[in-house]
């Protein structure tokens, strides 16, 4: 079987930026929220309809993004992956045809098969799982797993009913907007590669998290059970996961030796419990924590990645790291991915 890895990273952010107070000032429901303070987020990007940004631009931008860090060309990909949550073709959200085939027509990839997979804010993962489980099979050499988050509408839906800090429409007020792009490929030595890749269900935790129509208007809204989200039993299970597939594999965490790791940004206070909760069923410390939080809030499936991207970016991340990613989607949907990363540093 061929292994396979993170062969490069793209990404796109929408155009304006929105500090946290000046989002709060479109808030038309009367509520009062110190979202700053509880999260961390000062800064966020929004997608502006008006500039002809939406999940499709977004998305074929850090498509295109990825492939300039590459040794491909679009026509080399065998397989593109959308795995957003939703999908925006200007105001009208989209089903059909898939977001992938519309991606693959913009960025020429006329040669790849493409599908589209929804996983909540798993969806990153679930794709690169898909695709990993591919190349290793040798069903296909080089594929593309494009996320683009456009979930500020659920944003909007909060800024116009969310009334207090109870709330279940507060965590809403986290999200913003992003694309990432990540080529998987075929593992050349040791030394970059995905390790493995693990995801699980738990179904008890399927009504904490919920995004749906609003009953009272037109909005979208997500309504959300942060308390029970961030309570330890829930707050643990990725430790949990991680821990029962290090034992398959005969290590422990601190065997792993890993450089980075990079939890779902949804808070400043949710990542170092979600930290805290790691150090406790390992055993051991954590590696040093990737934070984007506060300049890019919450971006849904697409928010590990944009981490990884903004240190990369930024020369933090030297080649040859060995990284875990962690995603928590939806209430009920767990991952780890560990990966050496090599040519993804460029």
């Not at 631009?57 to 949550?85: N, W």
């Not at 990153?124 to 500020?152: D, F, H, K, P, Q």
Request: aromatic content about 6%; overall charge negative; some cysteine.
């Amino acid at each position: 079987m061929s292994a396979a890895r993170l062969g490069a990273l793209g990404a796109a952010l929408p155009q304006r930026e929105y500090t946290t107070d000046e989002l709060l000032t479109r808030m038309s429901s009367g509520g009062q929220f110190d979202v700053e303070r509880i999260t961390g987020i000062r800064t966020r990007r929004m997608v502006d309809r008006s500039a002809g940004e939406d999940s499709l631009s977004l998305g074929a931008l850090a498509a295109q993004d990825c492939l300039a860090r590459s040794r491909y060309q679009a026509a080399d990909l065998d397989v593109i992956i959308s795995a957003g949550t939703t999908v925006h073709d200007g105001f009208h959200m989209v089903f059909e045809p898939a977001a992938a085939h519309e991606i693959a027509r913009r960025i020429g990839a006329d040669n790849a098969m493409a599908y589209d997979v929804v996983n909540a804010c798993g969806g990153t993962m679930t794709a690169i799982y898909l695709l990993e489980n591919m190349i290793r099979a040798g069903l296909v050499r080089t594929g593309m797993v494009v996320t683009a988050e456009i979930i500020s509408p659920v944003t909007e839906g909060a800024l116009a009913e969310a009334k207090g800090i109870r709330d279940l429409q507060f965590p809403a007020l986290t999200l913003a907007d992003a694309a990432v792009a990540v080529i998987v490929d075929r593992a050349e030595d040791e030394h970059d590669r995905i390790h493995y890749v693990d995801m699980i269900t738990s179904a008890e935790f399927s009504p904490l998290c919920i995004a749906k129509p609003s009953d009272a208007s037109e909005n979208m809204i997500m309504l959300t059970d942060n308390m029970t989200m961030q309570a330890a039993p829930r707050r643990e299970t990725w430790a949990k996961l991680h821990r029962d597939r290090l034992v398959k594999r005969g290590s422990t965490f601190a065997d792993e030796k890993f450089d980075f790791i990079v939890f779902h940004q949804l808070g400043v206070a949710f990542t170092e419990k979600l930290a805290e909760s790691g150090s406790k069923i390992h055993e051991a410390e954590m590696p040093q924590r990737l934070a984007t939080v506060h300049k890019y809030a919450n971006t849904g499936a697409s928010t590990h990645f944009l981490a990884l991207y903004d240190y990369i970016s930024r020369g933090e991340i030297p080649k040859g790291s060995k990284v875990c990613v962690v995603p928590t989607a939806s209430g009920m949907i767990f991952g780890v991915m560990s990966a050496t990363i090599d040519s993804l540093v460029g």
